[in-house]
């Protein structure tokens, strides 16, 4: 990057940032066609992240990207999943149900390999 270049517009980083967001798209695209029961969770931009898309399954299995609102929004409709803001809902029990069960899972496999 030469000295000038940032001052010329960003021509170049928004492209890559572009291709960045479409290959997160891609990878939510994916994880949303494996599984069943998929809704979209739209979480607000913060100091340390743009504004993210969390996908949850039926059984509560989640998975979270940074893909800006419009993007989730587009990939929602392509999917044909509903689509919410995480400020007005909350977060789903099946999420925090999912985590627990996790946890405790790993919980007994430590368990069983220390004995």
Same mark, same amino acid.
């Given at each position: 990057?030469?000295?000038?270049?940032?001052?010329?517009?960003?021509?170049?980083?928004?492209?890559?940032?572009?291709?960045?967001?479409?290959?997160?798209?891609?990878?939510?695209?994916?994880?949303?066609?494996?599984?069943?029961?998929?809704?979209?969770?739209?979480?607000?931009?913060?100091?340390?992240?743009?504004? &993210?898309?969390?996908?949850?399954?039926?059984?509560?299995?989640?998975? +979270? #990207?940074?893909?800006? *609102? %419009?993007? @989730? $929004?587009?990939?929602?409709?392509?999917?044909?999943?509903?689509?919410?803001?995480?400020?007005? &809902?909350?977060?789903?029990?099946?999420?925090?149900?999912?985590?627990? +069960? #996790?946890?405790?899972? *790993? %919980?007994? @496999? $430590?368990?069983?390999?220390?004995?």
């Amino acid at each position: 990057m030469g000295l000038l270049d940032r001052f010329r517009g960003g021509r170049r980083a928004s492209r890559t940032v572009a291709r960045a967001n479409a290959a997160e798209l891609d990878a939510l695209a994916d994880w949303a066609r494996a599984r069943r029961g998929v809704e979209a969770f739209i979480e607000p931009k913060t100091t340390v992240t743009d504004v &993210t898309a969390v996908l949850v399954a039926a059984d509560g299995e989640w998975t +979270r #990207r940074v893909v800006g *609102e %419009r993007g @989730a $929004r587009r990939l929602a409709g392509a999917l044909k999943i509903p689509v919410y803001d995480v400020n007005r &809902t909350g977060y789903p029990q099946r999420m925090r149900d999912y985590d627990a +069960r #996790r946890r405790i899972e *790993e %919980r007994r @496999a $430590r368990e069983r390999r220390d004995q």
